[in-house]
């Protein structure tokens, strides 16, 4: 039997604008996360994967050509040249889904590198990181990358899409509260209304990308001097800008409003928008406010978690 486990994430800086190629800072969250588990199964019954937390069995004799969980399956079996093995892989994640924590992309890590193990072979991660990339290509339209690079890597990243990617250690942990909206969103389809706006009236939408890539830039200065109060005005900018990129609601804004008030360092919207996370930089003094602040402002769970 060979486990493996992968975290969440959540992107502090730069979405949307990393779409096109300005810089983006994610890190890792390790408070829930996705495991999966391979045992060997009676010969000839092929690969069975097992998801009870969405109440799905997948043969993936069955073709599945949907699927996501046959289709990380098949990119990692051709990855190691390895015909189908007789194995029941079993998934189990406290991720979230459709919320901005990279869900899909921590479950494809984990049967990644839990397949990968169980067959005997290594895998370093960036090809992990690839191999994930592919299925969340055929899912999300045309991502970025930054999910599956922080959560193959397990650690913060600076990236720039298709040119530059690197883990950097934090000077200082940091506490991020996650508040959940409660309202699923599609990445997909907010990624496509930007790209519309994008199209539409390119001059004001190139000078927000740049801007936001500009905070990213000095967040990751901010990040790797400890500046905590510098970073917390950057979330707040930050999230102004995706306010006028057209990617925030009146759910997550006041979120982020009550969790400014109740003494947060900043707080902006997280992922794709719409939807899904607004994350707050709190202190241990301000933890308990600002959650009772969130939760009273709508959030259906607050997530705390100390990225270092
Ligand atoms: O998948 P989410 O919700 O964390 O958001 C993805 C971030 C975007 O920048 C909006 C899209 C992308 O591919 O980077």
Known sequence: MTTA??????ILF?????????????????????????????????CTLIARDVDRTVHLADDAPDDPLAAIVRVTLGHLNAPEPDVVI??????PIASGMGSGAAVSTAIVRALTAHLGHSINNEA????????????HGTPSGIDNTVIAHARPVFFVKNKFMETFALRSPLRILIADSGIRSSTRAVVEDVRK????????????????????????????????SALGALMDGNHWLLRQLGVSSDEL???????????????????????????ALVT?????????????????QVIPTLVT
């Not at 486990?5 to 959540?10: N, V």
């Open 253 to 279: 804004d006041r979120l982020v409003q009550a969790a400014r008030r109740a003494g947060a360092l900043g707080a902006k919207l997280s992922g794709a928008g719409r939807g899904g996370n607004a994350i």
């Open 14 to 46: 730069g979405e949307h604008a990393v779409v096109y190629g300005r810089p983006a800072i994610a890190v890792p969250v390790t408070h829930v996360q996705a495991s999966a588990t391979v045992e060997a199964g009676p010969p000839g019954s092929g």
């Open 197 to 228: 706006a994008w199209e539409a009236n390119r001059g004001r939408y190139d000078s927000l990308f740049m801007s936001i890539g500009q905070i990213a830039v000095m967040a990751h200065a901010a990040l790797e001097g400890g500046e905590q």
């Open 90 to 95: 079993t998934i189990h994640s406290t991720i």
């Open 128 to 139: 992990v990181s690839s191999l994930v990339f592919e299925v969340e290509k055929l899912y």
């Open 5 to 10: 486990t992968a975290p969440a994430k959540i």
């Open 284 to 300: 241990e003094e301000t933890l308990d406010a600002v959650t009772a602040a969130m939760v009273e402002a709508g959030a259906k």
